[in-house]
């Protein structure tokens, strides 16, 4: 008996230990041999995150940053670990809640609207977010026909939404749940966006919540550096819909911003950063077990770099900010005044509107300031565009790129270029003005000199009341019978071509959209008009020749015209690109070099006659501008003292353009100098600002800065008014 039982014990002790190796081979084979070699059973997952690279600084010709970036925070999900997270919703719940305590937005992709009665609102969103939902519609069996309120009940069940939970609460977390299984479905989507730049309070609310899947990320915000040149330096912005077609195949995200105006749009591919891809993995309950950059392959499959984030170039465009910030203060100081009846106590400009200012380098054809009024504050313009939009005088109005007016007498050396360059005046030769020009038939159209207009009887003649006077005082007083009778020697055709030659009319080349405008012709005319007022007549020669009619040009025209005349003809392409420097500031990515757009030859003798002319408008007696810069009247003024250069002579020309009867004209005024070897342009154009030598004192204040001399003067004379 005792044998058995020995023998029994023995039998189950070898069953046992044959059940022993047969779960250590089982378990080796499951730990070992399965895994191969990797015994670490810990549950990961593994995602995609995009890491923000830095967009490209905007700094002016002198260094200084006008645009940069702010360093921001974002709120980052990871969906593998917030979809296996306990009490998920109730999570989500409470995050949702206290973002809406806290007044922080966030965004989500679900194409229902937050608000009952639900409707789709798949208008919104661009191509790839529509074709995503259709995937996932696709991809849960549901039909794409459904309705969206039906649509929100089958999600409410499918995600356990609580019944007693409102409609717009489980709208809110039904919206997160969509951007967590998009990811599952389009797995090339990066990790859902919940929150951008939030700011240091809010994050550490929101992380002490301790959300699942939560995680902060380091990101960068657009940041102004100046309150000047708001409406060049431009904004950015999501891509739209319009946009999404241009963008996806330069490789943009959905959710890209891309320059919207200004800067920021015309020199996106420079500013351009490229975002890194990550790939993030991490257990389940969100601890990073390791972080690389994804791999980028070639056509063939071969691992040829990595995602990582690459930061835009830097951009150094031409403006001088400091000289920017001194044209847009006097523009300012001078539009106030113009409208305070307490100071313009003459009433002429109590109307005015808006203006603008052009200031060019001469020989590279660079822009050194480009300034509309009025402005606005450009870091503010997405919070308070509508209440911009209705703001009076349109601040948002570029003036000078956009605005097209007529150029008044500052088109007069266009007239006596094509004069004496045709042959139909000499430089010496004298006409004796009669008031009221009477050379044609039609006795209802009798063109008069302003001087006669406003007193009548009275012409313009020498200093010294000999009748007759030359080129040279005709562009000093600004004397209308003089150009009318230039006009009535020569054609349209070459009066057309010299404007042409001059710039008026054309393309400036500048890198922002610019309203290119038109020249007084018969062309012109017809395109504006139509019946019997589109007829091309004498009479509109005559007008053109003083800058009426159809003449329509921009300021920026006006200041490449400017500069042309003072570079005796070479016409020189406007830019305010200086140069592209890589993200680092070491290496130069590419230059701008001067750029002739085309060349009129004027002889020397019609150069310094124009010169001369335009010299006096400062030096004469009678100059529409000599209250300023130097000229006989210079004392006159509030404690602005003279000018202080007199090594700087200015050559300047003012300008009347008429408008509607009981306001006030707009007015122009251009300006270049040193005479002898001219390195500076100005154009001035004011809407309903009266004489164009209102202008001057701006102007001066301009150039004074620029030549580092102070401050300036008002001017008081009128254009072509005896003085």
Not at 375 to 387: E, G, H, P, Q, R
Not at 537 to 556: C, H
Request: glycine fraction near 8%; aromatic fraction near 10%.
């Amino acid at each position: 008996m005792e044998r058995i039982s020995r023998f029994r014990a023995i039998v189950m002790l070898l069953i046992v230990c044959m059940i022993l190796v047969l779960f250590s081979i089982r378990l080796f084979t499951m730990q070992i041999i399965e895994t191969k070699g990797d015994t670490d059973n810990t549950q990961t997952y593994t995602t995609l995150t995009r890491v923000k690279a830095a967009r490209g600084d905007i700094l002016d010709r002198n260094g200084n940053i006008l645009v940069g970036n702010r360093a921001s925070y974002d709120l980052v999900f990871n969906h593998y670990v917030i979809k296996s997270a306990d009490n998920r919703n109730d999570h989500l719940y409470k995050l949702i809640k206290k973002a809406q305590e806290l007044g922080i937005e966030y965004t989500d992709h679900f194409p229902i609207s937050k608000t009952y009665p639900f409707v789709y609102t798949l208008d919104s969103l661009n191509t790839s977010w529509r074709n995503y939902f259709q995937r996932y519609m696709v991809d849960r069996s549901l039909d794409s026909d459904i309705s969206a309120p039906l649509l929100m009940d089958t999600l409410r069940d499918r995600y356990n939404i609580p019944d007693e939970w409102a409609e717009e609460d489980a709208r809110a977390v039904v919206g997160l749940l969509y951007e967590f299984d998009l990811r599952g479905v389009v797995g090339t989507l990066s990790n859902y966006v919940f929150m951008e730049d939030i700011s240091d309070e809010h994050l550490s609310v929101l992380l002490e919540m301790n959300i699942p899947g939560l995680m902060v990320e380091s990101s960068t915000v657009r940041e102004y550096y100046t309150t000047y040149a708001a409406h060049i330096l431009g904004s950015v912005g999501a891509i739209d819909n319009d946009e999404w077609a241009y963008y996806k195949d330069q490789g943009y995200a959905m959710d890209a911003f891309v320059g919207k105006s200004g800067f920021e749009e015309a020199f996106e591919s420079d500013l351009r950063a490229i975002d890194g891809t990550r790939v993030d993995v991490v257990d389940k309950h969100g601890t990073i077990i390791s972080q690389y950059y994804a791999n980028i392959y070639d056509k063939d499959g071969n691992v040829i770099g990595k995602q990582e984030p690459r930061a835009g170039a830097n951009v150094e465009i031409t403006i001088d900010i400091e000289l920017q910030k001194v044209a847009e203060d006097a523009l300012a100081r001078k539009m106030k005044e113009l409208r305070d009846p307490l100071v313009n106590q003459g009433g002429v400009g109590l109307d005015a509107e808006g203006a603008a200012i052009i200031v060019m380098e001469i020989e590279t054809g660079e822009i050194l300031v480009c300034a509309s009024y009025p402005t606005f504050d450009l870091s503010t313009l997405a919070d308070n565009y509508d209440t911009i939009e209705q703001e009076k005088f349109a601040p948002l109005f570029n003036r000078a790129l956009s605005g097209a007016y007529p150029p008044g007498s500052t088109y007069k050396m266009t007239t006596l270029i094509a004069a004496m360059e045709n042959g139909h005046l000499q430089y010496d030769e004298e006409i004796i003005t009669e008031g009221v020009f009477t050379k044609f038939d039609d006795p209802s159209f009798r063109p008069t000199c302003l001087i006669w207009s406003k007193n009548p009887g009275v012409t313009h003649k020498k200093i010294d009341g000999t009748p007759g006077i030359d080129a040279t005082i005709a562009l000093e007083v600004s004397c209308n019978y003089f150009f009318y009778e230039l006009a009535y020697r020569m054609t349209i055709d070459q009066l057309d071509a010299t404007a042409k030659g001059l710039g008026l009319g054309e393309p400036t080349g500048v890198e922002l959209p610019e309203v290119i405008g038109h020249r007084s012709n018969a062309e012109s005319k017809a395109q504006q008009y139509t019946g019997m007022l589109a007829s091309w007549v004498q009479g509109d020669k005559i007008l053109t020749a003083i800058g009426q009619s159809e003449n329509r040009f921009t300021p920026m025209q006006l200041c490449v015209y400017t500069a042309t005349l003072a570079n005796q003809g070479v016409r020189l392409k406007a830019t305010f690109l200086s140069r592209v420097v890589a993200a680092d500031y070491r290496t130069l990515v590419r230059e701008s070099e001067p750029e002739i757009m085309s060349t009129m030859e004027i002889s020397d003798t019609t150069y310094w006659t124009y010169l001369q002319g335009m010299r006096q408008v400062v030096t004469g007696p009678r100059g529409t501008a000599n209250a300023t810069f130097g000229g006989p009247k210079d004392w006159i003024g509030d404690a602005d003292g003279l000018w202080p250069y007199a090594d700087i002579e200015v050559c300047a020309k003012t300008g009347t353009a008429q408008t509607f009867k009981d306001r006030s004209d707009n007015s122009a005024f251009l300006c270049f100098a040193p005479m002898d070897d001219p390195k500076i342009a100005i154009a001035i154009y004011g809407e309903r600002t009266g004489s164009g030598g209102s202008f001057a004192g701006v102007a001066e204040e301009i150039m004074r800065a620029y030549f580092s001399l102070g401050d300036s003067g008002d001017v008081i004379v009128q254009e072509n008014q005896l003085g």
